[in-house]
């Protein structure tokens, strides 16, 4: 029997999922950062490593493939023999507002890469503050680096947010026209083949000497691989502190005036938008417990009369765009079910506006949506937002993005259609 490998990056630690050739999971692991705030490319490093020692010998040994995903948006600058020559920018680290600032004077008007945060406006805060270095990378691209020898190579679900022209597959040319574009990795498609891993680290670890190393992706995507969609038409909430929308579509979808973006998905896109509201407003009021009693009394077949609009802060930018727009929690009725009642609908009534935005958008029609986040436990919440969406809403049967990134060593973006519980 063979295995493959997939490795997580994530914002507190590192997970590893390894899968047998049907699918089935037959090892997790777990390694938290020290200080996730502050993590280092040491750490990755570490965790990297602590999760191959880790491997049960008899899958190490018949592990055909790796791939593994990071944060989106995390970089560093790296030598040759890629030693780390900064810290890390991580990916919510907006620094670089100024360089964000200049690439609007060059980039296309509303492109991703201008925002501080994006990979591009990070390369050129880079590349002004270090000097002499070898290799531009994304944090997928660099651990995966280390387990094949082969540096400067990206993916361009990694690429996106640093220019990456994922539809004419290319760097632009207002990208490479950049001071030290020549850092820029080259870009290939998420899963190819690179190559054998390291023969040092097999030897090692006692891993196979003929697995094979494939390029990565983002964390968000490869935990969409992991819930098994792959028809335009379905789509995947993730019910986190925000709410995630995501949906495969055959026409690619740009609308930053909404934060609405695509993800080139095989021969698909993948489309998607986040609202600043979520299942976050929840654990502001309730605990688990709580969460399930209250849950318990809510009659789903009638609407609340609360017309909520349930915001931890001011701000909307998905289904709408609102940076001001308050939240909405009152009046609150002394019945805290009631309360709770008018949260998850303001929630799930966010969720269909969403879809319905995609929709009028370009994406297709929605039919059907598989749920993966916290919030997919809750199975009163669950009936609530399939009366109100008008559609099939399910559990995804794998959440995890290590999983994700493990089918993608075998082609992950066609995966089998049942992958949902309901």
């Excluded at 019910?239 to 998905?265: C, F, M, N, W």
């Excluded at 609102?322 to 009046?331: H, N």
Aim: hydrophobic share 40%; charged share 20%; glycine share 10%.
């Amino acid at each position: 029997m063979s295995f493959r490998l997939g490795l997580d990056f994530g914002t507190s630690g590192a997970r590893a999922c390894a899968i047998a050739e049907n699918g089935a999971v037959v090892h997790e692991q777990r390694v938290g950062y020290t200080n996730p705030a502050r993590q280092t490319p040491q750490d990755w490093r570490s965790a990297l490593l602590a999760l191959l020692s880790g491997m049960p010998q008899d899958i190490a040994a018949n592990l055909q493939g790796i791939a593994i995903d990071g944060t989106s948006g995390t970089v560093l600058l790296c030598d040759e023999g890629l030693a780390p020559l900064s810290d890390a920018l991580m990916y919510h680290d907006a620094r670089a507002h100024l360089h964000a600032e200049q690439l609007a004077s060059i980039a296309p008007a509303g492109h991703m890469a201008l925002n501080a945060t994006s990979g591009l406006a990070k390369f050129m805060w880079l590349t002004q503050h270090v000097e002499q270095a070898a290799y531009f990378l994304h944090q997928a691209d660099w651990l995966t680096a280390l387990l094949s020898g082969r540096p400067g190579i990206s993916d361009y679900h990694n690429a996106l947010k640093t220019g990456y022209d994922v539809e004419a597959l290319r760097w632009p040319d207002w990208v490479t026209a950049l001071p030290h574009a020549y850092l820029l990795p080259e870009v290939v498609a998420p899963g190819d083949d690179l190559g054998t891993i390291r023969p040092d680290l097999a030897a090692r670890f006692g891993l196979s000497p003929h697995c094979r190393i494939h390029a990565g992706t983002t964390d968000s995507t490869a935990a969409f691989i992991a819930s098994g969609v792959s028809e335009p038409g379905v789509g995947v909430t993730s019910l986190g502190t925000t709410l995630v929308l995501k949906q495969l579509s055959d026409k690619r979808i740009e609308a930053p005036e909404y934060g609405v973006y695509s993800h080139r998905y095989g021969d698909l896109w993948l489309v998607g938008g986040a609202s600043n509201a979520g299942a976050g407003i929840l654990k502001e009021h309730f605990d688990e417990r709580r969460l399930a009693e209250l849950s318990a009394r809510i009659d789903v077949t009638q609407d609340s009369p609360l017309d909520y609009y349930p915001l931890s802060a001011p701000g909307e930018r998905f289904p709408f765009n609102e940076p001001g727009l308050a939240p909405r929690i009152e009046p609150r009725p002394a019945d805290d079910a009631a309360f709770l009642h008018g949260l998850l609908q303001g929630l799930a009534r966010i969720e269909a506006e969403g879809y319905a935005r995609l929709e009028e958008l370009g994406a297709t029609p929605l039919r059907a949506v598989i749920t993966n986040g916290g919030g997919a436990t809750n199975e009163v919440w669950r009936k609530l937002r399939a009366r109100l969406l008008g559609v099939p809403v399910g559990v995804a049967a794998q959440v995890e993005a290590a999983y994700g990134s493990a089918l993608l060593c075998s082609g992950g973006y066609r995966m089998p259609r049942n992958a949902v519980s309901n």
